[in-house]
């Protein structure tokens, strides 16, 4: 188990390193002009964040962690990402209702980017604000110096390996151990069927709360076998993030907790109306 554990967070922490270096280096290269472009308009934020967020796979909900901590997303538009988000089980989806699972994948797309506006506003309302001390500085004074082997020194080397990835190797090895430990020692299938709709939908949204792909999986079993609606695969997809959450608790405790508490509240309430509505 440690051994999978340990592979699973290399390969995370090699994606996440990746994104950083691409997103680091462009920012400099193009005197912030991507900063600008991103932070200029919302939905511009909302719309790119929730497609990063519904791609299948955890590499589009890295690469926002990756533009939030570089301060060109907006604390809704990261939660566009993680309500769009269905991690490492869209494949798995696609494996076993495929049609149904791209419905899906549209569906939280489009609201990823209403509850992405819907979270600023209420951010706005109640004067919650991102850490401002967590979002990673530049290091240059001029952006006339970025030449190859400072950027290699003091950007990758210095500043992501020295200073961000030991942390993150942490924060998602010992997550990813817990998770599985607990995962090893309980049936979640065999607890979760027979359960009435509106508990199953709650209790999606709350075990949608563990960071990391994996709880996510009896949901879409269940579903596969007929046994939940679909309001409850629903529920599941909006409120879990896959491994997407995993590098931004590294960085920020606080606004990770405060995007997790908006994916919930929403996965209940959008997972409530559908079983209402449309009897899901």
């Avoid at 060109?72 to 566009?80: H, Y």
């Avoid at 500043?159 to 049936?187: C, E, G, M, S």
């Avoid at 993030?241 to 997790?260: E, F, Q, W």
Wanted: with cysteine; hydrophobic share 55%; proline share 4%.
């Amino acid at each position: 188990m440690i051994s999978d554990v340990l592979m699973e967070t290399l390969k995370i922490l090699a994606i996440v390193f990746i994104l950083m270096v691409i997103i680091e280096y462009l920012e400099l290269r193009t005197r912030k002009k991507m900063s600008s472009w991103m932070i200029r308009g919302s939905w511009r934020q909302y719309v790119i964040s929730s497609f990063l967020g519904a791609t299948p796979g955890c590499v589009g909900a890295f690469a926002s962690v990756s533009f939030y901590v570089h301060g060109f997303m907006s604390l809704g538009a990261i939660t566009a990402t993680m309500i769009a988000t269905s991690g490492d089980e869209a494949f798995v989806m696609l494996a076993k209702f495929p049609e149904i699972a791209l419905g899906l994948f549209a569906l939280l797309f489009i609201l990823g980017i209403v509850t992405g506006f819907l979270t600023d506003a209420f951010a706005k309302k109640f004067g919650i604000k991102r850490c401002k001390k967590c979002v990673i500085e530049e290091h240059l004074d001029e952006y006339t110096k970025v030449r190859k082997h400072h950027f290699l020194r003091e950007h990758v080397v210095g500043h992501i390996i020295k200073q961000h990835l030991p942390r993150l190797f942490l924060w998602v090895f010992f997550t990813l151990l817990a998770i599985r430990l607990a995962l090893a020692y309980t049936d979640l299938g065999a607890i979760l069927s027979g359960l009435p709709v509106p508990v199953l939908i709650i209790s999606a949204a709350l075990i949608g709360i563990i960071p990391g792909s994996g709880p996510h999986l009896p949901f879409v079993f269940l579903f596969a076998e007929g046994l939940i609606p679909l309001s409850v695969i629903l529920t599941s997809s909006i409120a879990q993030d896959g491994h997407g959450l995993l590098p931004m608790l590294s960085y920020t405790v606080r606004d990770s907790l405060i995007v997790k508490v908006f994916n919930v509240i929403f996965a209940i309430v959008i997972g409530l109306l559908a079983a209402v509505l449309f009897g899901w």
